[in-house]
């Protein structure tokens, strides 16, 4: 049973940015905006293997994340999790594809580096609030 | 001389949410938007005294802020920064108003609960990030 509730699927599901902090191995925090998907389970980023998000959650896996809607910034969801795992390869590749459609509408991301691999971090959630 | 850049300062002066993440006392991160101000040197923030995040930064002073324009989420300001002073009293109190003035055209703060202090937070920028 996941912990997401109808209205964080909702804004997961949504054309909406999270901000997703991290802990850096200096015990400092760091935190950008990305995009992001769900299953109805978990809360699911992509990004490139080897970037300073994915090197802090394979350090230390707890994340925090926060997602306003697009169209009313006061209308907050937060999330506290844990990422439980870590996906490379062809699932990760097809999915930044899916994220770059459901983002900007294109069947391809069009911003892959050479040689970069992507990878998909499962985020079990442990605590969610809406605001 | 503050690390602030001109379009850091842009950002921070526009009717911007900030992305505030700070560490909680477990290590684990923490993250919320909240409204921004600048003096064209330290990052400003207007909290509540006894907030998570002013407990956080009080025990940790390390931060990190995602600031993206209201009008285009792909321009984006990160700054990591570190608390130097926590300022409570009239200042604090004139300055929650002048953020209410700043992002919702009102002369006073219109969401204090009873018995509420305001506390502003200054955040020295160590590194700016702008994309």
Do not use: C
């Not at 909702?10 to 990305?34: C, H, I, R, S, W």
């Not at 080897?50 to 169209?71: E, S």
């Amino acid at each position: 049973m996941s912990k997401l509730t109808e209205s964080a699927r909702k804004m997961l599901e949504g054309k909406n940015f999270v901000y997703l902090a991290t802990v850096n191995p200096d015990g400092t925090p760091q935190v950008t905006p990305t995009w992001v998907d769900t299953d109805g389970h978990f809360v699911l980023i992509n990004t490139a293997v080897g970037r300073v998000k994915h090197r802090n959650v394979k350090k230390n896996p707890h994340v925090a994340l926060a997602i306003t809607d697009q169209t009313n910034p006061y209308n907050l969801v937060l999330i506290r999790g844990k990422v439980v795992e870590h996906v490379t390869g062809q699932v990760a590749e097809e999915h930044i594809d899916k994220m770059a459609k459901k983002y900007r509408g294109l069947d391809k991301y069009p911003n892959r580096s050479p040689g970069e691999q992507r990878v998909l971090i499962k985020i079990e959630p442990v605590k969610v609030i809406t605001r």
